[in-house]
């Protein structure tokens, strides 16, 4: 069977992006949009891909760089399926083994943007990194050094500024990239002409990004090289839903990667957007799962099968998370409908017991402020919103440890509760009280919550009923009958 590189070749486009990070994520994310952008609008760009570390590039380089995009799951209410090769990156580069190289990139006349995805702890200050290091260890100090070559080769012009668009998950991570290389900058005392250059003619633009990527899926390769007719080691696999939020309406004709394939906002109002995926995509997720999960289900699309459970998640989603998202209706609406095909994909098995991780956080960020919203807004506990309470602290609710864990039981078997080690250490210390005493000792802590939850009129004895019927009728029972009030 022949290789990928002997059936296609890179495409030859100008480098416009300069990307930082050669993992899955982004060659399935940026990489994709910009093959696609390629084709349909025009783009005419290409990407130099810059490892941050020491690493092998002969895996990408015995390819031509060349690498195939599969996408797999549900659109539209049908099974989607895309193979695409992609074509647009230029070279792949270590950043500590091709040094030169890497700084050379800096010289070039069509350079535009950087795009970086180096997880959430990548973008910091380390004052140990010194501008004799080739390269500084941290990825803003490599940034920073990169910046000041191009402002050096081109004696600081105006028209040679980059824009930097970060992926990472970081809240306003353009501003945070910004704040880091500032640091550099002062720490390695670098011409005011620089800093200046750097504040009048560069851009750090927040970024939100959605996609699910699976990368290399080593369980079915051989199937897929055989529907291919080619072998490819670097097939990167992910779903078809692709939503970048980029923070600067400004730049939409700068970077027209809007397409028939993959989706770009470019907005004003990203924290609405961030609001939108939190409350409808992961407040989905966490409303649901725990008390799914005791009900005696395994995985999300099983959810999305069964008929009480889909329904309970309808009512929870349209009635109670969408009114409270600050996004025009139809947007929100349609991101949530989205939401549920993602969620019906057929070829993600995705755990409750793998969402069910750190749940006390993951309540107070992803449905308390919609909760909140929700009453503020109707003036009555909102019915879905004050369940999932309820199922949280039945899921927590055991005063038998494991080792760095607690152990839950439902009918049939046992399973692991994962957490801060403090917190399940004082669920397991209140779980043997009565139901009414161990609502109102969890909502006390404010430390949690960042409020007395107990002190919202009715809800601790809401949140007591719901776990009073479950422990009468069972858990299952008690959803079903929730949907018909």
């Known amino acids: 069977m022949k290789n990928v590189s002997e059936l296609y070749t890179k495409a030859k486009h100008p480098v416009r992006i300069l990307q930082f990070g050669e993992g899955n994520f982004l060659r399935a994310f940026v990489d994709y949009a910009v093959d696609v952008a390629n ?17 092998k590039t002969d895996r990408f380089a015995k390819q031509d760089d060349v690498y195939t995009v599969c ?13 695409r090769v992609i074509t647009s990156v ?7 083994d091709e040094y030169d190289a890497f700084m050379a990139l800096a ?19 380390d004052e140990k990194d010194a501008f004799t290091d080739c390269p500084p260890s941290t990825f803003p100090a490599k940034l920073t050094k990169f910046l000041y070559e191009r402002y050096t080769f081109y004696k600081g012009a105006a028209d040679k500024g980059l824009t930097m668009l970060p992926t990472e998950l970081n809240d306003n991570n353009g501003k945070l990239l910004r704040d880091c290389v500032n640091q550099y900058v002062s720490l390695w005392k670098l011409e005011a002409s620089f800093h200046s250059w750097l504040d009048q003619h560069c851009q750090f633009t927040d970024t939100l990004v959605d996609r699910i990527v699976v990368g290399y899926p080593a369980d ?4 897929l090289q055989d529907e291919l007719g080619y072998e490819d080691s670097l097939l990167d696999q992910a779903e078809p839903f692709s939503l970048w939020v980029i923070g600067d309406p400004a730049l939409a004709s700068r970077l027209p990667l809007n397409s028939s394939k993959f989706h770009v906002e470019f907005t004003d109002h990203i924290q609405a957007f961030k609001e939108q995926k939190v409350r409808i995509l992961n407040g989905a997720h966490t409303s649901m799962v725990l008390g799914a999960y005791l009900a005696g289900l395994d995985y999300v699309g099983q959810c999305m099968e069964d008929p009480v459970i889909r329904k309970s998640l309808d009512q929870t989603v349209f009635d109670e998370i969408v009114p409270t998202v ?10 949530a409908k989205a939401v549920y095909e993602r969620f019906e994909n057929p070829f993600v098995k995705h755990a409750l017991l793998s969402i069910s991780l750190n749940s006390i956080s993951k309540w107070k960020a992803r449905i308390l402020p919609t909760f909140k919203d929700s009453l503020a807004a109707t003036g009555k506990l909102p019915k879905w919103l004050t369940y999932s309470f309820a199922a949280f602290l039945a899921f927590y609710r055991t005063t038998q440890a494991g080792e760095h864990c607690l152990i839950g039981s439902r009918p049939g078997n046992t399973y ?5 080690e403090d917190k399940l250490a004082f669920v397991k210390e209140q779980a043997g009280k009565t139901t009414a005493d161990y609502v109102r000792a969890i909502m006390a802590r404010s430390d949690w919550w960042g409020e007395d939850l107990s002190a919202i009129d009715g809800f601790a004895d809401a949140v007591t009923a719901h776990l009073d019927r479950m422990a009468e009728i069972g858990v299952k029972a008690h959803i079903a009958e929730l949907t018909k009030e």
């Open 107 to 125: 010289h070039e006349d069509s350079l535009e943007f950087v795009v970086s995805n180096t997880t959430e702890a990548g973008i910091t200050f």
């Open 90 to 96: 230029q070279t792949v580069l270590s950043a500590r």
């Open 220 to 223: 079915s390769i051989a199937a």
């Open 71 to 83: 996408l797999r799951g549900q659109q539209d209410g049908k099974v989607y399926k895309e193979n």
């Open 326 to 335: 600050h996004l025009p209706e139809e947007k929100a609406v349609a991101f």
């Open 39 to 55: 084709e349909e609008n025009g783009f005419d760009g290409s990407v130099a891909v810059i490892m941050p570390r020491s690493g």
């Open 416 to 420: 692991e509760i994962h957490d801060d």
